[in-house]
């Protein structure tokens, strides 16, 4: 099982919003809907901020919002604030009955 | 509310067993609520899910297929916990090791221990 595609890397502005990505196969992301996303600041334990593709735990902001079409599913942060710059991981369960993630996307608040 | 509590040394030696234990308060490992999962986090390989075990009416076991020749997940029901065993370690190993529960029918690792640095380093 290969691991789910992100950008390596994205950016914005303050205020601005900003679109993840995470492209799997119809052996993952495209066959159910568990996909989840996690926010990861420098040695810090990840934190889950989507998960069920579109489903925020309590406690994570409203600007987090998740989506998913065909095999690809998506992250958007609204509102960008300096606090949102970290490293994001997708993760989809498959049709081998494990997780994968995706390599990481890197998000810099310009 | 259920805790997780990581135990085990920071240093393997290469080709050495890397060993981690996992213990469960607040919940079973033969419970039915979940799966009880390890994953790992280092800088050049980012988060990788390891491999999990969980009961139903007997212990099932699902494994990474780039670890699956060498890891086993071990369920310890007197003691309510659950153990990892990487064989054969290489310095490629060195990560943040992480044990999580994860709810059935879901994606949501709701709960994860704190997390143990293992250095695998002659």
């Known amino acids: 099982q290969s691991a789910l595609t992100q950008p390596s890397s994205v950016s914005g502005s303050p205020g601005r919003s900003i679109t993840i990505s995470c492209t799997g196969t119809s052996g993952d992301i495209g066959v159910h809907e568990f996909v989840s996303w996690y926010q990861v600041h420098p040695d810090k334990t990840p934190q889950l901020i989507l998960y069920d593709v579109a489903n925020r735990p309590s406690g994570v902001s409203y600007r987090f919002s998740g989506s998913k079409s065909g095999n690809t599913a998506s992250l958007t942060i609204s509102d960008l604030r300096a606090e949102d710059e970290a490293d994001y991981y997708c993760n989809s369960y498959t049709t081998s009955s494990t997780w994968v993630f995706g390599g990481g996307t890197r998000l810099t608040v310009l | 509310q259920v805790y997780l509590r990581q135990s085990g040394p920071g240093l393997v030696k290469p080709s050495q067993t890397l060993s981690l234990t996992c213990a469960i308060s607040g919940d079973s490992v033969s419970g039915n609520t979940g799966a009880w999962n390890w994953l790992r986090q280092s800088p050049s390989r980012g988060l990788e899910w390891l491999g999990k075990?969980?009961?139903?009416?007997?212990?099932?076991?699902d494994y990474a297929f780039f670890v699956k020749s060498r890891i086993t997940v071990i369920p310890d029901t007197s003691k309510n916990q659950f153990s990892l065993q990487l064989k054969s370690a290489t310095p490629d190993d060195t990560a943040v090791y992480f044990c999580a529960r994860q709810i059935h029918g879901s994606s949501l690792f709701d709960s994860w221990g704190q997390g143990t640095l293992v250095t695998v380093s002659s």
């Open positions: 075990t969980y009961y139903t009416s007997f212990w099932s076991y």
